[in-house]
T-cell receptor
Framework: DSGVTQTPKHLITATGQRVTLRCSPR?????VYWYQQSLDQGLQFLIQ???????AKGNILERFSAQQFPDLHSELNLSSLELGDSALYFC??????????????FGQGTRLTVV | TQLLEQSPQFLSIQEGENLTVYCNSS?????LQWYRQEPGEGPVLLVT?????EVKKLKRLTFQFGDARKDSSLHITAAQPGDTGLYLC??????????????FGKGTKLSVKP
C-alpha cells in the first residue's frame, strides 16, 4: 500500500459527459501529480500541484482541469469526454527533497472507460 | 522536448536467464527512478539514483546510473516469473522548468516464462 488513495477505481461514462477523479496523497506529502496511461502512449504527465498551487503543466487538454484543496487532496476534472480519453489515470504524491530527488508514490489508479 | 527512451520495448525470456534494460536521454537528470508496474496497478518505486556512476543493488536487481547522468540501466540476474511486469524509468531534469515533475519512459514489458 503506497498510502495514496484514488477513487473511484473504475468509471464508465458516455461521450460528452464530465467526471471527477479524486486523490488523497500520502500523509505529509505536499506535492500531487496526475498522469494518464493509455496503451499506446505510456505514462503521460498531466499536471502537478504543490501545497495548493499549480507547479507544472504537461500535456493536459483544455477540457481537463485539476485543483488541490487546503487539506491537500486533489481532484482531476475531465469534461466533454471523448472515446480517446479512455485510459488509466494515476495520481502520485511526493515530498521534494533538497537534493531534488522526486520520488513519486502512486495510487492504484482510476480506469476510465468512455463509451 | 525532454525525452526518455527505454529499450527494449518488449522482452520475453525463460526463467533463470539474465537481462538488461536501458533508459537513455540527451538531457542530464538530477535524479532518476526505476519503477515496476503490474497490470491494473500503479507503478511501485524500486530505486532512486542521484550520483553519476552510482550502482545500487536490490537482491537480484542491479541499477546503474551513467557517469554523465544521461542514462541508466537495470540488470536482472536469474530472472523469475515474479519479475514479470512493466519496468519504467523516470527522470527529474536539471534546470528551470523541471519544477519537480518526473518524465517517464514508455517502459519495458518483461515476461519471464517458467
Amino acid at each position: 500500500d503506497s498510502g495514496v488513495t484514488q477513487t473511484p477505481k473504475h468509471l464508465i461514462t458516455a461521450t460528452g459527459q464530465r467526471v471527477t477523479l479524486r486523490c488523497s496523497p500520502r500523509s505529509g506529502d505536499l506535492s500531487v501529480y496526475w498522469y494518464q496511461q493509455s496503451l499506446d502512449q505510456g505514462l503521460q504527465f498531466l499536471i502537478q500541484y504543490y501545497n495548493g498551487e499549480e507547479r507544472a503543466k504537461g500535456n493536459i487538454l483544455e477540457r481537463f482541469s485539476a485543483q488541490q484543496f487546503p487539506d491537500l487532496h486533489s481532484e482531476l476534472n475531465l469534461s466533454s469526454l471523448e472515446l480517446g480519453d479512455s485510459a488509466l489515470y494515476f495520481c502520485a504524491s511526493s515530498v521534494i527533497s533538497p537534493t531534488l530527488s522526486h520520488e513519486a508514490f502512486f495510487g492504484q489508479g482510476t480506469r476510465l472507460t468512455v463509451v | 522536448t525532454q525525452l526518455l527512451e527505454q529499450s527494449p520495448q518488449f522482452l520475453s525470456i525463460q526463467e533463470g536467464e539474465n537481462l538488461t534494460v536501458y533508459c537513455n536521454s540527451s538531457s542530464v537528470f538530477s535524479s532518476l527512478q526505476w519503477y515496476r508496474q503490474e497490470p491494473g496497478e500503479g507503478p511501485v518505486l524500486l530505486v532512486t539514483v542521484v550520483t553519476g556512476g552510482e550502482v545500487k543493488k536490490l537482491k537480484r536487481l542491479t541499477f546503474q546510473f551513467g557517469d554523465a547522468r544521461k542514462d541508466s540501466s537495470l540488470h536482472i540476474t536469474a530472472a523469475q516469473p515474479g519479475d514479470t511486469g512493466l519496468y519504467l524509468c523516470a527522470g527529474a531534469f536539471v534546470g528551470l522548468g523541471s519544477q519537480g515533475n518526473l518524465i517517464f519512459g514508455k517502459g519495458t514489458k518483461l515476461s519471464v516464462k517458467p
